[in-house]
């Protein structure tokens, strides 16, 4: 008989044990849901989700655009290409009107640079006949080869030799290619070639010194 008393007492020992724990995870739940579902909860989780939506981007504020002032330098560019396009068209006639009424010019190309740089190797040459084209393509100096190295200072017209030597097959090669193919190793405003240049110097060679005109 004790010990089936025994028995009972821990089997309602045990179920008391379960009944309180049921009750405390109840009590829990209970709690739990009275705050999920509290106004106040509710409240703040709105204001929470408020702060997760997009917010709308303003429009840029677009300034009215100027076409007067794009007109204009719109203008002005196809005027600047329309005049180089010009210039450009003006030289080429020139240099053809002076190619027809000039049929020695190359030759007098030729014996400026055997003149000044007869000893001297093929780019010196080159250097050479450029300066003299630049100068004939100046208004400043005469219009035509002829009348460049005529014109006294060249010191190579002055010479002897200008008249008993003749240019070589390279010196004619390197005239036809400055006066007919319009080569040129300098740009067009130097102009000077001596042993001590004038102006600003821009290359200076075992023979020469080039300057340009200010």
């Not at 028995?7 to 179920?15: D, P, V």
């Not at 300034?63 to 396009?85: A, H, L, M, P, Q």
Request: proline share 4%; with cysteine.
């Amino acid at each position: 008989m004790r010990k089936n008393s025994k028995k009972e007492q821990r089997r309602a020992t045990k179920e008391r044990m379960l009944v309180n724990l049921l009750m405390w995870i109840a009590s829990i739940l209970i709690l739990g849901l009275v705050i999920v579902f509290s106004p106040a909860r509710r409240v703040e989780a709105k204001e929470w989700d408020a702060t997760l939506q997009i917010q709308p981007i303003p429009a840029p504020v677009l300034k009215e655009f100027d076409w007067d002032n794009f007109n204009s330098i719109y203008t002005e560019d196809i005027e600047t290409v329309k005049r180089e396009e010009e210039d450009m068209l003006r030289k080429k006639e020139e240099e053809t009107k002076r190619k027809q009424e000039n049929p020695n010019e190359v030759w007098w190309l030729a014996k400026g640079i055997h003149g000044e740089a007869g000893i001297c190797d093929t780019d010196e040459k080159y250097r050479v006949g450029t300066v003299i084209m630049n100068r004939v393509e100046r208004p400043d100096y005469p219009n035509t080869v002829r009348g460049v190295i005529s014109s006294g200072e060249y010191s190579c017209y002055q010479n002897t030799q200008w008249f008993s030597e003749e240019p070589t097959q390279e010196e004619w090669a390197i005239a036809r290619d400055i006066y007919e193919n319009g080569v040129r190793v300098f740009e067009e405003n130097v102009v000077f070639q001596s042993k001590r240049a004038y102006g600003e110097v821009v290359f200076v060679s075992e023979w020469h010194e080039y300057g340009a005109k200010r």
